[in-house]
């Protein structure tokens, strides 16, 4: 039996919480009205522009806090003020696999206005998630693009950040873990046998 590791706790705590903190009965206020967020044509797609604090989820939820909410190393939320409902923000307005954690973390713990998009298939999930596109500080005019992932990836990783292709097929975390359990995660044989039968 494999040892479930803190990390791996953590990881299943917000998973069940995305699951539970946005049902759709909570979503169903329009917080559309000024947004100019960008439409992807996701699904359940809705724009939303409000307001709240940006807070540490898993502090949030469980009171597993970190300094600086958790430095960029954990997933953020956003505690709407209109009606106290934490925002899972797992996107940022980049069209890569960006997460939005290097946006918000500026704003640690910081009210702001957020625009963006709420994405999920209530008939099929339940919850909904936030696609963040544009931020700014309380009491500011000027909002700021939710562009930060690759620029803060580049700088962690300068010796991959000038290669071809987006960052995820240069990235050495990403590079690793194929190696060792294939592109499917579940082991190279598959990865082979894939390929043999799809040539």
């Not at 430095?71 to 997460?99: E, H, M, S, T, Y």
């Amino acid at each position: 039996m494999l040892k479930a590791t803190r990390s791996s706790v953590r990881a299943a705590l917000v998973g069940a919480a995305f699951a539970l903190a946005l049902p759709a009965s909570a979503l169903a206020q329009d917080f559309s009205e000024g947004s100019n967020a960008k439409e992807w044509g996701l699904a359940g797609e809705e724009k939303a522009m409000f307001s709240g604090k940006v807070v540490d989820f898993l502090c949030e939820l469980a009171g597993d806090c970190a300094d600086n909410c958790g430095g960029g190393n954990r997933n953020l939320g956003i505690l709407r003020a209109k009606d106290n409902k934490l925002i899972a923000v797992l996107k940022n307005r980049q069209p890569a696999f960006n997460g939005a954690a290097e946006d918000l973390l500026p704003y640690c713990n910081k009210d702001v206005d957020v625009d963006g998009v709420l994405i999920g298939d209530d008939e099929v999930v339940k919850a909904k998630f936030y696609m963040v596109q544009f931020i700014r500080e309380a009491g500011q005019s000027e909002w700021k693009k939710t562009t930060l992932w690759t620029k803060q990836w580049a700088k962690k990783n300068p010796e991959f950040a000038k290669g071809k292709g987006p960052w995820f097929r240069r990235d050495p975390r990403v590079a690793k873990q194929i190696a060792a359990t294939g592109n499917f995660g579940i082991g190279k044989e598959a990865d082979e046998k894939f390929i043999k039968d799809n040539e």
